[in-house]
């Protein structure tokens, strides 16, 4: 054996080091990936996208829009020549409910879609708070009147 047939290739501790090393950046890059957000939290804050648009679009175009709702879905409405039209719907993922509390009373939600809060195209709104619940977790969406629909969450 030659001195040179010694120092030929790797050690297993040098090997198993770079593995570590390796396996401490992979670590650290699944760490700061991003969870995947429960289905009410994406619906929640999907509608909330959209009612504040709806809101908007009142006011840009001069004409009311409304939050329609039944027991399986959400809809935008548009009041043109006299009559609601349907813009946008929304169906609810299986497992989430939905609460629509006015003045802190519950409104029965019916099998047809009906506008429930409308956006006025003076930048006002019906006040009203939108509860979407699953199993454990509970979403409140909320409208004081002003046009804006927040979101607020609580662990149930």
Known sequence: MTPRDKQAGFTLVEILTV???????ASA?????PREKPAIYAQSEALVTVLNGAAQNSLIT???HA?????????????????????KSLPRPDGVKAE???N???????????P????????LATPFEL??????REEILVSSGDGRVTLQDRET
């Open 19 to 25: 593995l570590v090393i390796i396996g401490l950046m």
């Open 29 to 33: 890059v699944v760490m700061t990936l």
């Open 62 to 64: 001069g004409r009311p």
């Open 67 to 87: 939050l329609a709702m039944s027991k399986t879905a959400f809809a935008i409405y548009d009041f043109q020549d006299g009559e609601w039209l349907e813009v």
């Open 100 to 102: 629509l509390r006015k």
């Open 104 to 114: 802190n009373l519950a409104i029965k939600l019916t099998d047809d879609l009906v």
């Open 116 to 123: 429930v809060a409308v956006f006025e195209p003076t930048g």
């Open 131 to 136: 509860v979407l619940s699953d199993f454990d």
